[in-house]
Every structure is written in C-alpha cells, then in structure tokens.
C-alpha cells in the first residue's frame, strides 16, 4: 500500500505565479515530512521540512503546510520560477520508523 | 568534488551478470541508503546501514545485496541482474538528527540497464 501519495504526475504554471504541490499521507504514525527536489541527471537535493508540531514552516519562496486531521500536507512556491521546473518529492517518516518513504513525485513546469 | 559519489554513473549489462555499484560519501555521516528509481514509482528504499555492523533490508532488498566496507563506502551488489532491474540507483546519506532519519543527502545517481 502506498503510505505516501502525490496524486498529481505533473503540474504546470505560469512564471511569478502560486505554485501548489500536494501531497497526502495514510499512517497517522507520520511526524516528520520533508520535500525534495530533483533535476534532471542530478540526484534528489533537500527543499524544506515541516515537524507535526507545527502546521506551517516558511523558507524563502517555499512554504509548506501541514494539516494533520486532513493527513495532507502542500508545498507552496511564490513566485514560481522557470528554475523551480523539477520532479517535487513529498516523503514522511515516523511511528518508530527512521526510514523515509516517498511519494511518486509531482513533476512541475514552470512557463517563461 | 560531489559529497556522496556514486560509480559508475552508467552501466549497461546483460542478464545473469553480478555488478556492483559503489558509493563513497565525504559527509562524515553514520547513515547510509540506497534508493531505486522507477518512472512512475519514486524513490524506493533497497537497503540501509545505520553504522559499519548495521545493516538493514528496505522495503525491495530481493535480488540485491550490500557491503558496508567502511563509514565512508556502501556498496550495492546485484548477484544476477535481471531486466526489471534496469533502474536508476540512488546512494543517500544521513547525519541522523536526534533520532530521526532527517535531511538525506543524494548522490547523483547510477543508471543500471539490464539487457
């Protein structure tokens, strides 16, 4: 069963604009998730954390939130450049467990 | 110089062949991962080693095996390659903050391809 799930393969918007990358979660164990970032060729690099003691964690232009009862977290991005165009990965830890699991990714476009 | 190198960084080989992917980290950290790729499927957890005598089996350890030769080098192995293992293979690493897994840090990847 997938724990973690990005139900969104692709996004794209428009330069200077929001961009909204969700990601959903089924163990209620989850207390630490984080957001990476992948360019092609490259290999995943750190974008920012959220502890579930906290609902919201800001860094610069990204922002993520966190809604425990709803199991949903999103990662804001203002405003969205043409070189924040990569696969996001949303993944969680917790329950004991000090293994990250990841979603499938959402891979965002970001148009000049 | 990248902190975590993985080698090679492409292989192509043929079905029934024992390869070996190497990973080298200069972090200093205790923990280390290896990851497999799949489109569509994201980042998957092979294997990984909290320290030098710590090794553990992730959620698709069957067909792989690993070597922890020292802090700084874990190896992953494939016995007898098959197809379906034609990936993109991630090495991690990880400082393992107040008990939790934590920021990972990625090499750059090993494209394997199975023929």
């Known amino acids: 069963d997938q724990q973690v799930k990005q139900n969104s393969p692709s996004l794209s918007v428009q330069e200077g604009r929001i961009s909204i990358l969700n990601c959903d979660y089924t163990?209620?164990?989850?207390?630490?998730f984080l957001w990476y970032k992948k360019y092609p060729a490259e290999g995943p690099t750190f974008l920012i954390s959220i502890s579930s003691i906290k609902d919201k964690n800001e860094d610069g232009r990204f922002t993520v939130f966190l809604n425990k009862s709803a199991k949903h977290l999103s990662l804001h991005i203002v405003p969205s450049q043409p070189g924040d165009s990569a696969v996001y990965f949303c993944a969680a830890s917790g329950g004991g467990s000090e293994k990250l699991v990841f979603g499938k990714g959402t891979k965002l476009t970001v148009n000049p | 110089d990248a902190d975590v190198t993985q080698t090679p960084r492409n292989r192509i080989t043929k079905t029934g062949k024992r390869i070996m992917l190497e990973c080298s980290q200069t972090?200093?950290?205790?923990?280390m991962y290896w990851y497999r790729q799949d489109p569509g499927l994201g980042l998957r957890l092979i294997y990984y080693?909290?320290?030098?005598?710590?090794?553990n089996k992730g959620e698709i350890s069957d067909g792989y095996s690993v070597s922890r030769q020292a802090q700084a080098k874990f190896s992953l192995s494939l016995e007898s390659a098959i197809p379906n293992q034609t990936a993109l293979y991630f090495c991690?690493?990880?400082?393992?903050?107040?008990?939790?897994?934590?920021?990972?840090?990625f090499g750059e990847g090993s494209r394997l391809t199975v023929l």
């Open positions: 991690a690493t990880s400082p393992g903050v107040r008990g939790r897994t934590g920021e990972l840090f």
């Open positions: 163990n209620s164990m989850f207390d630490y």
């Open positions: 972090k200093g950290h205790d923990r």
């Open positions: 080693s909290f320290d030098v005598k710590d090794i």
